[in-house]
């Protein structure tokens, strides 16, 4: 699979072990930043990045990565069309994508060890949105409605 992948400061090391795990395992994994440990960077400028590569058709899937995943998880939520979720458990890496169509996995560096997190990218990797199931299209579309109304 085809992904982006994005971190601040506090998510860097991470993302590189990350984006290593996933390279290896045969996938395309764009990065989109930062590419140092930069203590002044700012977690909605790579939120941002992520959102816009996934709306601009680069990859139909992402990774973002902070010190708490929240940062980054409520920036690109406000970009139309992305449905990042916080996942620290595999349950969820997968049943994210699987009942809710989740795009964007969100990992806390400072929350979780790099072992946990390449099994939570790989569960979503794998993870396919269950469209056949009336009631998991039924939530999706009200999602998206709710979306639609919030849209400028």
């Known amino acids: 699979m085809k992904l982006v992948i994005g971190s601040d400061h506090a998510g860097f090391a991470m993302k590189e072990e990350v984006h290593a795990s996933l390279a290896a395992a045969g996938h395309e994994v764009v990065d989109l930043g930062a590419f140092k440990c930069e203590p002044e960077d700012d977690y909605p400028d790579f939120a941002e990045r992520v959102g816009e590569a996934i709306k601009g058709g680069v990859a139909p ?5 902070c010190g708490s995943g929240v940062g980054v ?11 990042a979720g916080i996942c620290h458990d595999t349950y969820s890496a997968h049943q994210g994508v699987e009942h809710d169509d989740m795009n964007v996995l969100v990992l806390g560096a400072r929350i979780i060890g790099s072992a946990l997190a390449f099994e939570l990218a790989h569960a979503f990797i794998g993870a396919r949105f269950q469209s056949q199931e009336p009631r998991f299209v039924r939530r999706f579309k009200k999602v998206l409605a709710i979306e639609a109304k919030y849209e400028r």
């Open 61 to 65: 899937r992402g990774i973002l990565i």
């Open 73 to 83: 998880c409520v920036a690109a939520n406000k970009i139309p069309g992305i449905r």
